[in-house]
Nanobody, 117 residues
């Protein structure tokens, strides 16, 4: 079994910054991609940013230019640097891993990010 553990969430005022981390552990032969999602109350889960094994990234329009996703696959870890945070960024943030040789993706438990104005 593979486990994803997230950290770095918390409360911050608008304009502040947070850095989220997600570490995958278990029998991991390789990582194809890791993705950050978020879900606010009453909303469906939204893709925030992803990064593949080559370092290619993709961002939601709402976070592009403010958030940066990076990965250290030697440590099975993905990061999400969030700058210029807005109240609209308030959500539970989830990490998802697409692992080599695995049929199913793995998800973290989520970490709460709250941005106040």
């Amino acid at each position: 079994q593979v486990h994803l553990v997230e950290s770095g969430g918390g409360s911050v005022q608008a304009g502040g910054s947070l850095r989220l981390s997600c570490v995958a552990s278990g029998r991991i032969y390789g990582i194809n991609a890791m993705t950050w999602y978020r879900q606010a109350p009453g909303n469906e889960r939204e893709l925030v940013a992803d990064i593949d094994s080559d370092g290619d990234t993709n961002y939601a329009d709402s976070v592009r230019g403010r958030f940066t996703v990076s990965a250290d696959y030697t440590k099975n870890t993905v990061y999400l640097e969030m700058n210029s945070l807005k109240p609209e960024d308030t959500a539970i943030y989830y990490c998802k891993a697409d692992l080599a040789g695995e049929l199913y993706d793995y998800w973290g438990q989520g970490t709460q990010v709250t941005v106040s104005s």
